[in-house]
Each structure stands twice: as structure tokens, then as C-alpha cells.
């Protein structure tokens, strides 16, 4: 099987069929330009995933709709785990406001962490999600939770296809993970308001994701995902109707020593010009690692790696500007402790309540006005 030239940039994002993975005769295509995303990339769009995602889609109007007080009463700041609602603009990225409205919904998981054993604060960064009632809004709370379910199961399968395109066996980046019961994953469910004009209204500002890998759905027809090339130029990713889009995280990159690549992404607020009507929907899911994983002592040995994929990324170039920085810290700490950090910069008033001594760490000035939930 051929390698594919490297190249010391991108202008689009590839778009991989799962379903070559079901025959021997297609499975090293698939691997090929699976590899290339990797490498290359950071990002790509993965089509005929065996997932129906028509009864969560379905779900998320009624969801953003709920009374104001109903949101409210699960609002993230009552959870010591980051889990729940976020109103319009109680997000912080990269010192400005992010303008959506989510909700965090994760894995079921008991947290490890007990009050007064002196455990590390970042066990409890993982816990039981808040749902709304269930009498207004029938089923939702099932229908969410297989979802994460079958993602979970494809971000699983996904991480052996990855190990393959590297050239090493299935299993080799399952030491990162902990037991299934020490393991939670999470996701949203994110509304983006249109705005009355065109610009570039941060939705999300640019950052990285903090894990291995994230799967996307675009749940509406607007344009707004863009991610960072090596030059620094902002490429659009325009939904795809019944695809995910994949990238990878900072502690992938951190683990394979920048064989996979995070990139720098952004969600621009949708427009008139944007495509679509009404708010833009998305539904990321994020695959973790196991909390109490140093990558330090967990980074992935070069010596294993075929040399003809180590050229590969050594020849793909440098990035020349980013202007995502988040996620610094995996040369040092667990991963839970990186994590929880990414999660106190985003949500200040959440960790001003539940994480007081790491929160004045961080904001010793306190709570940011521009950030500020309820």
C-alpha cells in the first residue's frame, strides 16, 4: 500500500466511508487516507457511520425551547461536574465570550471522588449528568444517553483504526484508557442564535480539544466550523448531511509525539449568508482518557512507529500561526488535572463555587465581568 505525499498544508477537510472498513479489499484504502487525515490534517468527515441520529435531532428544539426555569434548575453551576446548563454568553474562550447556549450531558459515571478523603480535586471533574424533567420533555434523557452510548462504542473502534494507519497494532492505544467503570465521556448539545448581520461573531473561539478524539454532528445546515491551517488561513467545514466530523485532541497529539495532529478550530456565529434558518445545532462528543493518566509516562515510543510514517510527519511542515494555546499543560499533569484546568478557564463561576482554592489560582482577581452565568 502507497503512503500518501505529504503535504505542507490543507485547503478542505477529507471525507472517509466507515463503511470501507467491512472488506478486506477496501479497509487499507480507508487506512491510507485515514492516515493522511492524521497526519496532514487533524480533522476529517466520516460517512455511512452505522449511528441513526434522527431521534436526537429530533430532540433538540424541544430542548432549547424548555421554560427558562426548567433550564435554569439544572443549570452547570449546581454540578461539581461541569454537567448542565449554560445560558446565552456563560462561556469564556480565549478572553471573550462564546455566544451559544448548550447543555453538557456526559456517560453515566459514579464519581470516585468522596469529600474529606483528601482524593485529587480532578476526580470529581467526572459524575452523574443533570437531566431535565422528564414530563417535559418525554424520552429525551434515553435518547441522549444511547447516543453517547453508540458514539462511545465508535470512538473505541475508531482509536484502532487510527493505531492501524500508524502502522502499529489495534490495541496499542488502549493503555490510556482506564476500566470501563473509571471511564466517562462527554458531549453537548449546542445552539448558536443567528445574528442580524454578517461578521465573524465568536460562537466559539479558537481552541483545541482537550482529549483524543471528538465526533461532531452538524444537526442544522449552517456553515460555521472552521479550522486553522498551517499557514494560519481559517478553512471552512460546511455540514455534510449524515456524516461526523473527527478531530483530535491535544492529548492524542501529546501521546503519538505529533504523529496525530489537533488542530485549531472555531464556530463563527451563523448569518443570513451562513445557510440554513434559525439557530445553528451541533452535538460534539469528547472521548477521554483515563483521569489519573500522566502522558509523560504513557507517550507512545517512536521505535514502534514503521520509519516510512515518521517521515510522513516530519515532512509535513510546521504551523506557522495558531491562534488556539489551550491545553498546555500534559507535559506535567494527569490528564483529569489538565482537563479540569481547561474547565475552570471556560466556566469560572462553576469553579468559583465547587473548586475555590484552584479557581483563585487561575482568576486571582476573580470572576472575569465578561463572564458571568447566572
Request: aromatic share 10%; hydrophobic share 35%; proline share 9%.
Given at each position: 500500500?502507497?503512503?500518501p505525499s505529504?503535504?505542507p498544508?490543507f485547503?478542505s477537510v477529507?471525507?472517509?466511508?466507515y463503511?470501507?472498513?467491512?472488506?478486506p479489499t477496501t479497509?487499507?484504502?480507508?487506512?491510507?487516507?485515514l492516515?493522511h487525515?492524521?497526519i496532514?490534517?487533524?480533522?476529517?468527515?466520516?460517512s455511512?457511520v452505522?449511528i441513526?441520529?434522527?431521534?436526537?435531532?429530533?430532540?433538540i428544539?424541544?430542548?432549547?425551547?424548555?421554560?427558562q426555569?426548567?433550564?435554569d434548575?439544572i443549570r452547570?453551576?449546581?454540578s461539581?461536574?461541569f454537567?448542565?446548563?449554560s445560558?446565552l454568553?456563560?462561556?469564556?474562550?480565549k478572553g471573550r465570550?462564546?455566544w451559544r447556549?448548550?447543555?453538557?450531558f456526559?456517560?453515566?459515571?459514579?464519581?470516585?471522588?468522596?469529600?474529606g478523603?483528601?482524593d485529587?480535586?480532578?476526580?470529581y471533574?467526572?459524575?452523574?449528568?443533570?437531566?431535565?424533567?422528564?414530563?417535559?420533555l418525554?424520552g429525551?434523557k434515553?435518547?441522549m444517553e444511547?447516543?453517547?452510548l453508540?458514539?462511545q462504542?465508535?470512538?473505541y473502534?475508531f482509536?484502532?483504526?487510527l493505531?492501524e494507519?500508524?502502522?502499529?497494532p489495534?490495541?496499542?492505544?488502549?493503555?490510556?484508557?482506564?476500566t470501563d467503570e473509571?471511564?466517562?465521556h462527554?458531549g453537548?448539545i449546542?445552539?448558536?442564535?443567528?445574528?442580524?448581520?454578517d461578521?465573524?461573531?465568536?460562537?466559539?473561539g479558537?481552541h483545541?480539544?482537550a482529549g483524543?478524539l471528538t465526533f461532531l454532528l452538524?444537526a442544522?445546515d449552517h456553515?460555521?466550523l472552521?479550522v486553522?491551517?498551517?499557514?494560519g488561513?481559517?478553512?471552512?467545514?460546511?455540514?455534510?448531511?449524515?456524516?461526523?466530523?473527527?478531530?483530535?485532541?491535544?492529548?492524542?497529539?501529546?501521546?503519538?509525539?505529533?504523529?496525530?495532529r489537533?488542530t485549531s478550530?472555531?464556530?463563527?456565529?451563523?448569518?443570513?449568508?451562513?445557510?440554513?434558518t434559525?439557530p445553528?445545532?451541533?452535538v460534539p462528543?469528547?472521548q477521554?482518557?483515563?483521569?489519573?493518566?500522566?502522558?509523560?509516562e504513557h507517550?507512545l515510543?517512536c521505535?514502534?512507529?514503521p520509519?516510512e510514517?515518521?517521515?510522513?510527519?516530519?515532512?509535513?511542515?510546521?504551523?506557522?500561526?495558531?491562534d488556539?494555546v489551550?491545553f498546555?499543560?500534559?507535559?506535567r499533569?494527569?490528564?483529569?488535572?489538565v482537563?479540569?484546568i481547561g474547565?475552570v478557564?471556560?466556566?469560572p463561576?462553576?469553579?468559583?463555587?465547587?473548586?475555590p482554592?484552584?479557581?483563585k489560582?487561575?482568576?486571582p482577581n476573580?470572576?472575569?465581568?465578561?463572564v458571568?452565568a447566572?
Amino acid at each position: 500500500m502507497s503512503s500518501p505525499s505529504p503535504s505542507p498544508n490543507f485547503s478542505s477537510v477529507p471525507i472517509l466511508d466507515y463503511s470501507q472498513i467491512l472488506s478486506p479489499t477496501t479497509k487499507p484504502h480507508f487506512i491510507h487516507h485515514l492516515q493522511h487525515a492524521l497526519i496532514n490534517v487533524g480533522f476529517l468527515y466520516l460517512s455511512n457511520v452505522p449511528i441513526d441520529t434522527s431521534a436526537l435531532t429530533a430532540c433538540i428544539p424541544g430542548l432549547f425551547a424548555l421554560p427558562q426555569d426548567a433550564k435554569d434548575d439544572i443549570r452547570m453551576s449546581n454540578s461539581k461536574h461541569f454537567l448542565g446548563y449554560s445560558k446565552l454568553g456563560a462561556e469564556f474562550t480565549k478572553g471573550r465570550t462564546d455566544w451559544r447556549e448548550q447543555f453538557d450531558f456526559a456517560t453515566p459515571h459514579v464519581s470516585r471522588g468522596i469529600d474529606g478523603r483528601g482524593d485529587p480535586d480532578y476526580w470529581y471533574l467526572w459524575g452523574p449528568s443533570q437531566w431535565p424533567d422528564e414530563s417535559l420533555l418525554p424520552g429525551f434523557k434515553a435518547t441522549m444517553e444511547r447516543y453517547l452510548l453508540d458514539v462511545q462504542q465508535l470512538s473505541y473502534d475508531f482509536i484502532g483504526l487510527l493505531a492501524e494507519a500508524f502502522g502499529l497494532p489495534p490495541e496499542a492505544l488502549k493503555q490510556y484508557y482506564d476500566t470501563d467503570e473509571r471511564m466517562q465521556h462527554r458531549g453537548k448539545i449546542v445552539r448558536y442564535p443567528q445574528t442580524e448581520t454578517d461578521g465573524e461573531g465568536q460562537g466559539v473561539g479558537p481552541h483545541y480539544d482537550a482529549g483524543f478524539l471528538t465526533f461532531l454532528l452538524q444537526a442544522s445546515d449552517h456553515k460555521g466550523l472552521q479550522v486553522q491551517n498551517l499557514s494560519g488561513d481559517w478553512i471552512d467545514v460546511p455540514p455534510i448531511p449524515g456524516t461526523f466530523v473527527v478531530n483530535i485532541g491535544k492529548a492524542l497529539e501529546f501521546a503519538t509525539q505529533g504523529l496525530a495532529r489537533a488542530t485549531s478550530h472555531r464556530v463563527l456565529s451563523p448569518t443570513p449568508a451562513s445557510g440554513g434558518t434559525g439557530p445553528r445545532y451541533s452535538v460534539p462528543f469528547f472521548q477521554n482518557i483515563g483521569l489519573d493518566t500522566k502522558l509523560t509516562e504513557h507517550v507512545l515510543e517512536c521505535t514502534c512507529v514503521p520509519p516510512e510514517i515518521l517521515k510522513l510527519r516530519d515532512a509535513r511542515g510546521r504551523v506557522g500561526a495558531t491562534d488556539s494555546v489551550n491545553f498546555t499543560e500534559f507535559d506535567r499533569e494527569p490528564s483529569g488535572r489538565v482537563n479540569l484546568i481547561g474547565r475552570v478557564k471556560s466556566h469560572p463561576d462553576v469553579a468559583e463555587r465547587h473548586y475555590p482554592e484552584l479557581f483563585k489560582q487561575i482568576f486571582p482577581n476573580g470572576v472575569p465581568k465578561e463572564v458571568s452565568a447566572y
